[in-house]
């Protein structure tokens, strides 16, 4: 069985720019979520989903970071416009459920902005 | 709020050693759950065990063990035989029931070397 998926696993951009992160969950997982995790950081949650709906964004820098999660399964994260400070990586994640199902998280995606 | 601690921020083992990663934690809640993840260089994190707070039994994965103290919110991770394998970043993780809040929330872990 297929774990996460996300792409691209690498991206440099230079600031002001914007970009965009995707995500595949393990199928039948309907709870998404996707984490930043700063060097020598644990991961911060940025936005979960249950299905289609954005249950828990209140970690989401909104003025700058967009998620949508179409159909309850593929789920895009967009940072528009980059700052240096968003380098980082961005980890996606899903469970079966909202309980205390265990979370499969994908490789990641690292982000330098320069 | 729910918070996790890791206090050892890099500890080192030799090889066939035994090592114990502590954790702490703080909440108001009765039910929840504690993970501990491991996050090699290729920063996949993998679950390495997980406890359920009602359970009294602690919880074993062949290596891995767990000594789970509730009343001092204490959840340490026992690694026996270090394999060089298991040089990695450690996190502790907490995480709610749906009733209340099931937000995962992550300590900033403890780097693990393995030392031949």
């Known amino acids: 069985e297929a774990g996460v998926v996300q792409s691209p696993r690498y991206k440099i951009i230079e600031k002001k720019q914007p970009v965009a992160f995707w995500c595949n969950p393990i199928?039948?997982?309907?709870?998404l979520y996707w984490y930043r995790q700063n060097l020598g950081q644990g991961p911060e949650l940025l936005i979960r989903?249950?299905?289609?709906?954005?249950?828990?964004d209140s970690q989401l820098p909104k003025d700058r970071f967009s998620a949508e999660r179409l159909k309850g399964v593929d789920s895009t994260l967009k940072i528009q416009p980059a700052e240096l400070g968003d380098s980082a990586v961005y980890l996606c994640?899903?469970?079966?459920?909202?309980?205390?199902?265990?979370?499969?998280f994908g490789e990641g995606s690292w982000l330098t902005v320069v | 709020a729910q918070t996790v601690t890791q206090s050892q921020p890099e500890m080192s083992v030799q090889e066939a050693e035994t090592v114990t990663l502590s954790c702490t934690y703080d909440?108001?809640?009765?039910?929840?759950?504690l993970f501990w993840y491991k996050q090699p260089p290729s920063r996949q994190m993998i679950l390495v065990i997980r406890?359920?707070?009602?359970?009294?039994q602690n919880a074993t994965e062949n290596r891995f063990s767990v000594n789970f103290q509730k009343a001092a919110k204490s959840f340490s991770l026992k690694i026996s035989d270090s394999q060089l394998g298991d040089a990695a970043m450690y996190f502790c993780?907490?995480?709610?029931?749906?009733?209340?809040?099931?937000?995962?929330?992550f300590g900033k872990g403890t780097r693990l070397h393995i030392l031949p």
């Open positions: 994640a899903s469970s079966l459920g909202a309980s205390g199902n265990t979370i499969y």
């Open positions: 199928s039948g997982h309907n709870t």
């Open positions: 989903y249950e299905n289609e709906e954005a249950v828990d």
């Open positions: 909440t108001s809640e009765s039910d929840y759950y």
């Open positions: 406890q359920e707070a009602y359970k009294q």
């Open positions: 993780a907490y995480r709610g029931t749906p009733l209340r809040d099931d937000k995962i929330i």
